[in-house]
């Protein structure tokens, strides 16, 4: 699904030039679930973002779905990224203006589906995340793992191939944490593909492979023995 | 979609209070505003568009050269619209309207019980079918045709006969120059509407007026009455133009007329000329109040548009979220100017509110009766420019906000921060720039018609009251005079036959022949016949030679000229001159010092009086300070004791000199209404930016703080930014005042020079109302505890 050759990605400011990826080669199969690890600062959100199509390399190749992507205009993104691929962020990043129904049914709005097919899909996955009974609650009337909950629901509303993941459970305790990784494992094994930035070790285990980045390249990865052991 | 987009907004504004509050109150008044003006200018371009004929009307004008310089007229020869229907055959009618009103004058009317004085015209066969004066009773093409007839208003009807009906067929008494005439009532004319130029209350006929009243009316050496044609349907108005130009030379050998036509319409919006150059009038006022307008709603939509872009970093989550999950540029854009939109159609309610409440203060000003009267015209505006200033507010966040990349939203990390405070500064500088701007020309306006009350006019106006002498006063003023001459208080009085203020009409002539005349020299001189007190009455001053007094012997033969004519006539030595008035031989006996005949705004002109002691129009009287009210119903009932029948209608001449100024103390009133809005939605904008800026600074002002900033330099740090943007904008208004104003000014013949003082003072107000604006917000945030502001942060 993803393959990644020799990208780099360098950002620069009037004085200074930092590189945030070097040379990084790597493929993620479909159905795969791969945990990028690495210490802060190493690229693993910006090789994130530039997978989701947030932002494009400086050099290098992404083809996602054979389809060259590196080099895309904002608008080919935009069209790309719409029912493909969902979203999971630390921070949830739910609108906080938008209940928690409203906010999972926006991604449909913008595949212009319609009202009835819209509810019935939502109403479903807000069952499936067992929020239903707080669809019409707004998210800051939701604790953080009840958030995470909802952003899980708009990320996979739409049955995208990929989800992002960007440290889904920084924000949570471990009950929640463990609550969130589940669901993603459940997601993973009916066929979504899962790319995952984490931190955390406990996390990593729930993933097929382990790519670990430092100073932004890969430097190893490694195959999980025990996948799904913890679920 | 649009209903996803307008959720969100809606809660926003619930939940941005302040923000909703500053933008709903500027706009609504920003909208109330542009309505106001809305209707007011859709007024005045409506005045005289109501005749069914009215493309084909024209009215046509003189033109004439006086001393190199181009002079046009509206006064024409009695004869002229004959002429025109016989020779030129693109006409259709042609009428001599002869406005009573325009001259100053009102007829006194008799039924032989009632009495009323009121003014009308007296006017050609064809007026009724020309004009769309719909007639109660009556038909158009007969009601004029006998030379008595008199068609009078429903108005005049119920107040001299009770009803229209019972006025047809009766017989009618009026006076003019002493002389009682009698008319037949002959049709009733529904009263003319307010937004007619031709006010009027009876139409009698030009064969009257011209045979009975006014003989000079038959011979094409004398001007007066107006001429209007209606034209055959399409006609090309060059070609015509250039058939009438020397008509009158087919019929006077001593022409020094050409003719041209004018849009009847534009009799009201554009009457004024300079050097024979048709150069606007009250359409200036127009254009200046609709611009006032547009300025005023984009000073509102600046607001919204600079605090949307200063609250930016509230919605970075939203929009990057929005564009990772699949919302197009296109969708948000769409988004952001639903908003915008919402936000406009709200305040449009409090608009409306806004107008209601403010249309008996804005009828009061512009002196109109304008109200919400919902026509389709009314709404349509309405809604479009409600909208159209929902885009325009939208349009800038709108394109800035969409244009973030996910990535850049989502981590707050945006680069064109900087150059969008820039613009929102550029944006603050307009507002005041224009709202000063606005300000100063007010001031300045408010200067020169303080100057023009003020400016000495070369004659007494204040305290001297004015009336008609009609009757028994008009043949014989002095009779009345010795009456009056009882009563105390009154402490000089005087005759004259017109007003001696040209705007209300009166006589002026080319007739004057003098020693040296050089060929085709033509002065247009305001002629009146006064008795030997009116100058003393008026206190105007004789530069050479003497005034009229009684031990002249035949007085009719000297005249008196002021020092403009003579400047004018090249006479060197005038006093004891012979000169020609009307082929007869008079001498010149005194030369008067300078007086304004019009309003101090324009150039002085040349002034004969002739002397006559009787047959005067108009007795002048000085009063005694404080002693006004009791002479003058003293003189009100030795005037109707000595003249049974008679009104006693009076005016005090320095109140009718002060309304010639009407239309500029009119719109200095709008102007100065609307220049307070403009610095107060401004104002708002500012405390708006003050609250964000304040905000955003939280953590900077409690660091500072903490490392031992006093609450006083916080104050300065954060207001200095505010005030810089006032200056910058008080050294752009400056020039840009300076100039429109200066262009304002030198349309009058006498006026201020702009004083620095104007813009000091204008300044100063406003960098004094921006502090106490930002004060609330600045204050706050300087006394505030700093720890507060590092936990939050």
């Known amino acids: 699904m993803i393959q990644i050759q020799n990208l780099k990605k360098s950002f620069r400011t009037e004085e200074v030039e930092t590189l945030a990826l070097n040379n990084v080669n790597m493929k993620i199969a479909e159905g795969e679930f791969a945990a990028i690890m690495g210490p802060s600062g190493c690229g693993k959100s910006t090789l994130l973002n530039i997978i989701g199509m947030l932002d494009n390399p400086t050099a290098g190749s992404y083809k996602f779905a054979g389809h060259e992507v590196s080099g895309l205009k904002e608008r080919q993104r935009t069209s790309l990224r719409k029912g493909n691929l969902g979203f999971v962020f630390q921070s949830f990043n739910l609108i906080d203006e938008l209940t928690v129904f409203e906010n999972v049914e926006l991604p449909l709005i913008y595949l212009k589906m319609n009202k009835a097919e819209r509810r019935e899909k939502v109403t479903k996955v807000l069952e499936r995340m067992k929020i239903a009974h707080r669809e019409k609650h707004f998210p800051h009337q939701l604790s953080g793992g009840q958030q995470q909950r909802v952003a899980i629901a708009r990320a996979v509303v739409t049955h995208p191939k990929l989800i992002l993941a960007d440290e889904p459970t920084g924000n949570l305790d471990s009950k929640n944490g463990t609550e969130v990784m589940n669901l993603l494992t459940e997601l993973n094994q009916e066929g979504t593909t899962i790319v995952m930035v984490t931190h955390s070790d406990h996390d990593s285990h729930y993933a097929h492979r382990v790519i670990n980045l430092f100073d932004g390249q890969i430097v190893t990865e490694s195959q999980n023995r025990a996948m799904g052991a913890m679920i | 979609m649009l209903k996803n987009h307008l959720k969100i907004a809606w809660r926003n504004l619930k939940r941005r209070l302040l923000f909703s509050a500053v933008n709903i109150l500027g706009l609504s008044i920003g909208l109330s505003s542009a309505f106001l003006i809305y209707f007011w200018v859709t007024d005045e371009y409506k005045v005289d568009r109501f005749h069914a004929n009215g493309d084909r009307l024209y009215q046509i004008m003189e033109k004439s050269t006086e001393n190199g310089i181009v002079q046009i007229h509206d006064g024409t020869q009695g004869p002229l619209s004959d002429a025109l229907e016989k020779d030129i055959p693109e006409v259709e009618n042609a009428v001599t309207v002869m406005d009573l009103g325009k001259e100053g004058m009102s007829l006194t009317l008799r039924n032989g019980v009632n009495t009323f004085k009121s003014e009308g015209l007296f006017a050609g066969k064809a007026f009724f079918e020309t004009f769309s004066f719909p007639l109660l009773v009556g038909r158009s093409g007969e009601v004029l045709l006998k030379k008595e007839s008199v068609v009078i208003s429903e108005n005049l009807a119920a107040k001299l006969y009770g009803s229209p009906n019972k006025a047809i067929g009766q017989s009618i008494e009026y006076e003019m120059f002493g002389i009682v005439q009698n008319g037949l009532i002959s049709g009733i004319f529904r009263n003319p509407p307010g937004n007619s130029t031709l006010q009027f209350d009876y139409v009698a006929t030009k064969q009257k007026f011209v045979e009975d009243i006014w003989t000079n009316g038959l011979i094409w050496e004398n001007t007066g009455p107006q001429t209007y044609v209606m034209l055959k349907a399409n006609v090309d108005m060059a070609a015509f133009d250039r058939k009438i130009e020397h008509l009158i030379d087919r019929y006077s050998e001593y022409n020094t007329f050409t003719l041209f036509t004018r849009k009847f319409t534009d009799t009201y919006l554009r009457g004024n000329f300079e050097n024979g150059v048709q150069t606007g009038g009250r359409i200036t006022y127009i254009r200046l109040m609709g611009f006032i307008a547009v300025l005023i709603l984009l000073i509102a939509c600046i607001n919204f548009m600079n ?136 001031l300045v306006i408010n200067e020169q018609v303080r100057y023009a009350l003020n400016k000495p006019v070369g004659f007494e106006r204040d305290h001297v009251v004015s009336f008609d002498l009609e009757g028994k006063a008009y043949a014989e003023p002095q009779v009345l005079f010795d009456e009056l001459d009882k009563i105390e208080g009154v402490v000089g009085m005087g005759a004259i036959t017109e007003s001696i203020i040209s705007e209300e009409g009166g006589s002026s002539t080319y007739g004057l022949e003098w020693p040296g005349k050089i060929e085709g020299t033509e002065i247009d001189f305001i002629i009146r016949n006064v008795d030997e007190d009116l100058m003393k009455t008026l206190g105007i001053e004789i530069a050479e030679g003497q005034g009229f007094n009684r031990e002249l012997g035949a007085p009719e033969t000297f005249l008196i000229l002021n020092k403009e004519a003579i400047k004018l006539m090249g006479l060197k030595d005038p006093v004891g001159r012979k000169v020609q008035l009307w082929g007869e031989e008079k001498t010149i006996l005194g030369v008067m010092r300078d007086f304004n005949t019009a309003s101090v705004m324009q150039p002085i002109s040349p002034v004969i009086f002739a002397y006559s002691a009787n047959q005067m129009g108009k007795a002048m009287l000085k009063l005694q300070t404080r002693m006004e009210q009791k002479a003058l119903e003293q003189i009100e009932a030795a005037y109707i004791r000595f003249n049974p029948g008679y009104q006693f209608n009076f005016s005090f001449l320095d109140q009718t000199f002060e309304k010639q100024y009407l239309s500029e103390k009119r719109i200095l009133s709008l102007g100065r209404y609307f220049a307070y809005l403009a610095v107060f939605i401004s104002c708002l904008g500012l405390f708006g930016l003050a609250a964000f800026d304040t905000e955003l600074r939280n953590k900077e002002i409690s660091i500072r703080k903490v490392l031992g900033s006093t609450s006083l330099g916080i104050f300065k740090l954060l207001s200095t930014d505010f005030i810089k943007l006032v200056l910058i904008a008080i050294v752009i208004a400056t020039p840009i005042a300076w100039y429109v104003m200066q262009d304002w000014l030198s349309q009058f013949a006498y006026h201020i020079s702009i004083s620095w003082r104007v813009f000091a003072i204008s300044g100063l107000a406003t960098i004094l109302t921006a502090i106490v604006t930002i004060s609330f917000q600045v204050i706050r945030a300087a006394v505030a505890n700093p720890v507060k502001g590092l936990r939050t942060e």
Do not use: W
């Open chain 2, 307 to 442: 605090l949307s872009t200063a609250r930016v970093s509230r919605r970075f989550k939203e929009i990057g979220i929005k564009k990772t999950i699949g919302g197009t540029k296109k969708v948000l854009i769409f988004q952001f100017l639903s908003e915008s939109v919402l936000l406009t159609y709200l305040s449009l309610i409090l608009a409306l509110v806004l107008v209601i409440a403010s249309i008996p203060l804005f009828n009061f000003i512009t002196g109109k009766e304008l109200g919400l009267r919902f026509s389709l015209g009314e709404i349509a505006f309405i809604l479009v420019t409600t909208l159209i200033t929902g885009l325009i507010s939208g349009s800038y966040p709108a394109f800035y906000l969409a244009n973030f990349s996910p990535l850049a939203a989502l981590t707050g990390k945006l680069h064109k921060v900087g150059s969008v405070i820039n613009a929102r500064k550029g944006l603050v500088v307009f507002q005041f720039m224009a709202s000063l701007v606005l300000i100063i020309s007010v």
